[in-house]
């Protein structure tokens, strides 16, 4: 921009005959008071910046704050400098020197939000960004949202077309706004799932499951739900008429942060129609192995099982405990290209490359899912992975094939390595049969970890260590949940965790590699000589593993005591929760 006036300028101001010492003269003269002005009014923006939001954004990330200052105050300096001593004289000197103090904090500014948004501390919403239309995007977005009613995002039906937003002051508006609001919240809590089901008769609650942990929501009129459950399931493209059966579909939902998948699930009972939506189902499934969660011995461990031929690997874990991501990233162990690889699932989470998925329908005059099972091991496929475990007669269907051949990963709903060997002996129900053909037993649960933005160090005392079979001379430190920062001294909810002081979940697992002798334990049904021959391999437990991460800092032994100290899915079960029926899978 100046080097575009600089010219002109000088042309209007000067006769061209001027010499070149009248030139700066004059110059000089004209420029001395909007000089100041000039230089200062940038300055002055960049002031307000870095003292309001950067140094706020510093703090609540805990991004070095001293650090920034020292560097933002040198920036602050060197523009001064340049732009008050600027060794060339008159009005280009002014020019040069304005461009010098932009150019210097401009960069400044440009530094520090390039290196803090690459900060893993700092969630990809709370980054700074520096297109201001995008800015001025987001503060209308947000006035907008503030008076709520309004409708914001692109939502593409189940065929892919855009739903067309209705118009303002119908009812469907109005309709729309509110199903909306509950996707935005979603996001804005980080929420996996959101479910909507009876809690009065008069009332639904909805629920937001945020890492694995169900969140109570607003209550809403049971005849607001009505028309917000029919909206989510005409964009869907299910039938509104259908309120008893289970049925789901896909649809997209475009916002701030990108295109959704949001996987509709409808069912009805007694008490009411419900509602669940699940975000990104495909992704929450889809992890590599390695980060999974897996201590670097089980790591090693589990490749090893990979490499064993044939026989039955069983995957054990309590509802909601990721065992289809495990039972999924577990394939990955198998090269899908050169080896015959399957699944038997009711639902796929997930389309897997190169692996033939069936997904198994329940038809009145069908197969059942275990004559679909003993169909595809007949084929002697080298890798089938039975995602459930329906009924015994799947169970017996797989001990009864040819194991040598295919290894079969059976997933199971169980709350550790012993019990799922303890079920699979007796769904088979012959403890020979079932004993003979295992490899393995994996066993897994989900913890939350803490966020690191505002979790709290302390230390623990020696009798709480020792109780907890930590060395009290090692485990100097620990972690508790936070939830709060101090900004300035006052403290404030963490913006990265919302104030729950957990952010993501970590698996921690149980890994056995059976030889003959545990194999013959399991097959004489002698669990406590099979408990001590697990333990002498001097493989961690789940609970030990969750302790580990404890000491690491990763979770809270609070966090460790609500996921092992009492099997989850009892837990549940005695809680009243929202979550839309989850079809039972079970063992025996
Ligand atoms: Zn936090």
Known sequence: ???????????????????????????????????????????VAWAWLISTLFDKHAARFFLGREKWNAIHMTAGMLALIA????????IGGVLLGFTSVVLILGIDIALFAAITNKDERVPESQHIRLDFSKISEAREVKAASKQQATVQLEIKNASGIAVQAPNKDTPDYAIRANAEHIFIKASQVRASQV??????????????????????????????????????????????????????????VTGGAGET????????????????????????????????????????????????EGGVVLLAAPSDHGRTTTAYSMLNLHDAYTQNVQTVETESEDMLEGVRQIVYEAKDDG???????????????????????????????????????????VSIKGDGALASAQLWVKAVGDAKLAGEGLKGLIAQRLLRKLCDNCRVPYQPPPEILQKLGLPPDKVKQLHKKGGQVLIRNKPEVCPVCQGLGYVGQIGVFEVYVLDDEMRSLIAGQDWIALRNALRKTQRPSIQQAALRRAVEGVTSIEEVMRVTASAPSKQKSK??????????????
């Open 1 to 43: 921009m100046s080097t575009l006036q600089e010219p002109t300028l000088l042309a209007m101001t000067l006769p061209p005959s001027a010499g070149v010492l009248t030139l700066a003269e004059t110059a000089h003269q004209l420029v001395s008071w909007w000089k100041p002005l000039l230089l200062f009014a940038p300055f």
């Open 575 to 588: 809680k009243k929760s929202g979550a839309a029926g989850e079809a039972p899978v079970k063992a025996g």
């Open 83 to 90: 732009g008050f001593l600027m060794p060339v004289p008159g």
């Open 261 to 308: 998948g949001v996987k509709i699930v409808t069912s009805g009972s007694k008490s009411g129609m419900r509602l669940t939506l699940v975000f990104d189902p495909d992704k929450a499934v889809r992890r590599p192995i390695e980060k999974l969660g897996f201590l670097d011995q089980q790591l090693e461990d589990v490749k090893a099982l990979g490499q064993i």
């Open 195 to 252: 479910d909507f089901a009876p809690a009065t008769e008069a009332t639904y609650a909805a629920s937001y499951l945020i890492d694995g942990v169900r969140q109570a929501g607003d209550a809403i009129p049971t005849a607001d739900a009505i028309t917000l459950i029919d909206f989510w399931k005409s964009c869907a493209e299910l039938d509104i008429k259908d309120r008893r059966r289970k049925i789901s579909g896909m649809i997209k």
């Open 367 to 409: 197969p059942d899912f275990a004559s679909t099972v003993r169909s595809v091991l007949r084929r002697d496929p080298d890798v089938v992975s039975v995602m459930e475990l329906p009924d015994v007669d799947t169970a017996k269907e797989i001990a009864k094939a040819d194991l040598s051949r295919s290894r079969v990963y």
